[in-house]
């Protein structure tokens, strides 16, 4: 654990703070470990866990998608823009691109990463569905904040025991809003407010608040009820991520209307 350096002094009001610290402890080796630190903590991050060609192969299915994205089918999520577009960027900056496993054989391939999948199973059980994949763009300069939540607290599924794999494309950093969460808050359900839904967060918890720098190809696992965040990217670089979150059929549909469909990624 280090202190973080904050660049945001100069930035006005934000939900967000600069994080307490930096999470550079080493994660456990074996698998046995590395279940009880997820169980325990929440998230877990799996280092190196795409190469260079896969990634390369990713990026060029970004490009691709938003290029085309006007001709592309609008699958769960669909597309969202960033509201204050980037003169010097010369292409559209996205927020999120949804339904990105469908869009993408590469990204298909991606959410049954072995690794990944392993670690799943491990702590999710046999049978492994599809509920959300989305890139998450956070472009430079103009990439909003997150504020606080619970992913959980979005979803309708019971128990709250979803799983997200975010798989960073490039390499995230506090300077470019990289991930921030508080370890061990996966256990209890918080009350969220607001259109976004969101948590405020008090002294004590913004003491527990860590950055979790990720190097390209790095995959964290988190827990659908770990609070977390994320600053706005105020960077030159961009900081794009994969999310795919993961339920097991123990999950039951809480929601109104019809429930969705969440095809089967893998059974074991
Ligand atoms: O992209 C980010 O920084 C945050 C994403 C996030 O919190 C989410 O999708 O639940």
Same mark, same amino acid.
């Given at each position: 654990?280090?202190?973080?350096?904050?660049?945001?002094?100069?930035?006005?009001?934000?939900?967000?703070?600069?994080?307490?610290?930096?999470?550079?402890?080493?994660?456990?080796?074996?698998?046995?470990?590395? %279940?009880?630190?997820?169980?325990?903590?929440?998230?877990?991050?799996?280092?190196? %866990?795409?190469?260079?060609?896969?990634?390369?192969?990713?990026?060029?299915?970004?490009?691709?998608?938003?290029?085309?994205?006007?001709?592309?089918?609008?699958?769960?999520?669909?597309?969202?823009?960033?509201?204050?577009?980037?003169?010097?960027?010369?292409?559209?900056?996205?927020?999120?691109?949804?339904?990105?496993?469908?869009?993408?054989?590469?990204?298909?391939?991606?959410?049954?990463?072995?690794?990944?999948?392993?670690?799943?199973?491990?702590?999710?059980?046999?049978?492994?569905?599809?509920?959300?994949?989305?890139?998450?763009?956070?472009?430079?300069?103009?990439?909003?904040?997150?504020?606080?939540?619970?992913?959980?607290?979005?979803?309708?599924?019971?128990?709250?025991?979803? %799983?997200?794999?975010?798989?960073?494309?490039?390499?995230?950093?506090?300077?470019?809003?990289?991930?921030?969460?508080?370890?061990?808050?996966?256990?209890?359900?918080?009350?969220?407010?607001?259109?976004?839904?969101?948590?405020?967060?008090?002294?004590?918890?913004?003491?527990?608040?860590?950055?979790?720098?990720?190097?390209?190809?790095?995959?964290?696992?988190?827990?659908?009820?770990?609070?977390?965040?994320?600053?706005?990217?105020?960077?030159?670089?961009?900081?794009?991520?994969?999310? %795919?979150?993961?339920?097991?059929?123990?999950?039951?549909?809480?929601?109104?209307?019809?429930?969705?469909?969440?095809?089967?990624?893998?059974?074991?």
């Amino acid at each position: 654990m280090s202190e973080p350096q904050s660049i945001y002094a100069s930035v006005g009001e934000l939900e967000v703070k600069p994080a307490a610290g930096v999470w550079t402890d080493p994660m456990p080796e074996s698998q046995a470990d590395q %279940v009880a630190f997820f169980k325990k903590h929440g998230f877990l991050i799996l280092r190196q %866990v795409f190469n260079a060609e896969e990634l390369a192969e990713m990026d060029a299915e970004i490009q691709r998608i938003a290029r085309d994205h006007e001709k592309l089918p609008k699958v769960r999520e669909g597309f969202d823009l960033e509201p204050k577009q980037d003169a010097k960027r010369g292409a559209l900056a996205f927020r999120k691109i949804g339904g990105i496993t469908d869009l993408s054989d590469a990204f298909h391939q991606a959410m049954k990463q072995p690794r990944i999948l392993d670690m799943l199973h491990a702590i999710m059980g046999p049978t492994i569905q599809l509920w959300r994949d989305v890139v998450m763009m956070k472009p430079a300069r103009v990439g909003r904040e997150k504020p606080w939540h619970q992913d959980s607290s979005y979803w309708p599924w019971e128990p709250m025991s979803l %799983v997200s794999a975010m798989t960073a494309l490039d390499d995230a950093s506090p300077e470019n809003g990289c991930l921030q969460v508080i370890p061990d808050t996966h256990m209890d359900v918080l009350q969220h407010y607001g259109k976004e839904l969101m948590v405020d967060i008090d002294d004590q918890m913004q003491k527990r608040t860590m950055y979790v720098p990720l190097q390209r190809g790095d995959t964290l696992l988190f827990h659908s009820l770990l609070l977390h965040a994320s600053e706005p990217n105020l960077s030159d670089q961009d900081r794009r991520v994969c999310i %795919v979150s993961y339920k097991s059929p123990d999950a039951k549909f809480i929601g109104r209307g019809e429930e969705k469909d969440c095809p089967l990624v893998s059974q074991r």
